[in-house]
């Protein structure tokens, strides 16, 4: 049962990385956008949506409920890695491997009754634990997971630069499981300085109101401020980490 690879995007069409991360992967665009895309990605498969589908939640609601068992990953994604590595070791995955590793994964989940997967969100080999490989719970970073179908996961529309908070705490709630491989790392590339795509619509005001919606909706004990230490400065007041009760 074939896991779709979806690339949602927007005003992006020149510059589109993960095509060449990922074999056999799809973008999906608006449809006023599709004539550029397919001009400028020859080779690759186009799937709109309609127009009225307008930021990166509503856009992922929509991939979803189309495209059924699906794994999302952003456009701007450099490379899939290893994290288990050695000194010197290659640690870069090729496109047939990580789309081979994308349907393991997915097919893991399934068979294990869980909807929502995907893989490390943490590249460094030395915060990795040999003997946690797979984590069946936790947070899932938004710019590569998946959902299956039959789940009872949606995106709200009312989110607007931190659905993968939205979806983890949603799945946390729903199902209690999930499948995230901690042996693997999609690592994106010039994230926050990459026009179009979701920095259209990121400000601290829009952290601001995630922030005051995720606690709303899954309570300020799960969802919290991040605060800053020595080791790590935070890029911004509204920060968050999840607390999850299992």
């Not at 789309?99 to 989940?109: F, G, N, S, T, W």
Request: neutral net charge; charged residues 25%; hydrophobic residues 40%.
């Amino acid at each position: 049962m074939e896991c779709k690879v979806v690339i949602p995007s927007h005003k992006r069409a020149t510059r589109v990385r993960t095509t060449a991360v990922v074999a056999n992967a799809i973008i999906c665009v608006p449809d006023s956008q599709a004539d550029a895309y397919r001009a400028n990605n020859p080779g690759i498969e186009v799937v709109t949506h309609p127009d009225s589908v307008i930021g990166l939640a509503r856009k992922r609601d929509w991939i979803i409920r189309h495209f059924g068992d699906v794994f999302m990953l952003d456009d701007d994604i450099g490379s899939m890695q290893r994290v288990y590595t050695e000194p010197g070791e290659v640690s870069q995955v090729d496109p047939a491997t990580a789309y081979d590793l994308i349907q393991v994964a997915a097919d893991c989940c399934r068979q294990m009754g869980g909807h929502l997967f995907s893989f490390a969100h943490v590249p460094a080999p030395v915060l990795y634990n040999p003997m946690q490989p797979i984590s069946v719970a936790g947070y899932h970073t938004g710019c590569a997971h998946g959902v299956l179908k039959g789940s009872k996961l949606w995106y709200s529309g009312d989110i607007k630069v931190n659905e993968d908070y939205w979806i983890s705490c949603l799945n946390a709630y729903e199902h209690r499981f999930s499948w995230k491989d901690n042996r693997f790392y999609f690592a994106q590339k010039d994230t926050f300085v990459n026009a179009g795509g979701l920095a259209e619509f990121r400000n601290v005001d829009a952290e601001e109101k995630d922030f005051q919606l995720l606690q709303r909706v899954f309570g300020s004990e799960v969802v919290t401020l991040k605060k800053s230490s020595a080791k790590s400065k935070l890029k911004h007041p509204f920060q968050k980490t999840l607390k999850l009760p299992f």
